[in-house]
């Protein structure tokens, strides 16, 4: 499985290097089965995070249509937005909309196999582009109300699985994100593995839109 992990500018680098962090130690567990790279919608490029003293290097430009999984991360910076031209998370994360990168996304996820990932306000972004219209997902706990009002349908979990979208909440659940990806796709031998690796345990249940629905409690 490759993972494609898109920087843009203001990019939140813990969205990013948490879950790839996991991912990556799954590839060492799984004898090389998943690899992963940081791309941009533009391709090859230093591309500046949220924080002032963090910069990566995305090596390739995002491929629609290469077989994996895409990981959108949210953005840092100040939660309030005062001005469209600040450095806020909601304006970072609205140019993202003047990118190649809405294009790109909506291209992947129009293919079949593809599996869409993201952490904190990357639902956002995918909710911004219109391609998150009736599906189950979570991102920051202060973007449910902006996500419903684009069209989604937020829960209020840690992480949610939505078939070939899969989402997580806050910063920190990037992590829980990346280790439920491991046991979704190679089982959790392997998820316990890493994450004894990580010393982290994941927290809280995995939604998704199956069972029995429960009554109100």
Known sequence: MHVQAVLFDG????????????????????????T????????PRDVPSGLELVTLKATAKLDPE?????????????????????????????RTRSTALPAL?????????????TVCGGSLILAMSGLAKGRHLTG????????????????????????????????TSGLDLGLYLLERE??????HAVEELFAHERRGVVWSAAGAEPAPI
């Open 140 to 171: 920051h706990h202060g973007s449910l109300d902006a996500l419903r009002a684009l069209g989604a349908v937020p829960v209020r979990a840690r992480v949610v699985d939505d078939g070939d979208l899969v989402t997580g909440a806050g910063v």
């Open 66 to 94: 290469r077989e994996g999984l895409i990981l959108l991360p949210g953005a840092a910076g100040a939660t309030e937005q005062r001005d469209p031209a600040d450095d806020s998370i909601p304006s970072r994360l609205a």
């Open 186 to 191: 190679f089982g959790p031998r392997v998820a």
């Open 36 to 43: 992963v790279e940081l791309v941009s919608a533009e391709g």
């Open 11 to 34: 990019f939140d680098p813990l969205d990013v290097l948490g879950p790839l962090e996991v991912l990556h130690a799954g590839g060492m567990a799984t004898a090389g089965a998943i």
């Open 105 to 117: 996304l909506a291209a992947a996820m129009a293919r079949p196999g593809l599996l869409m990932t």
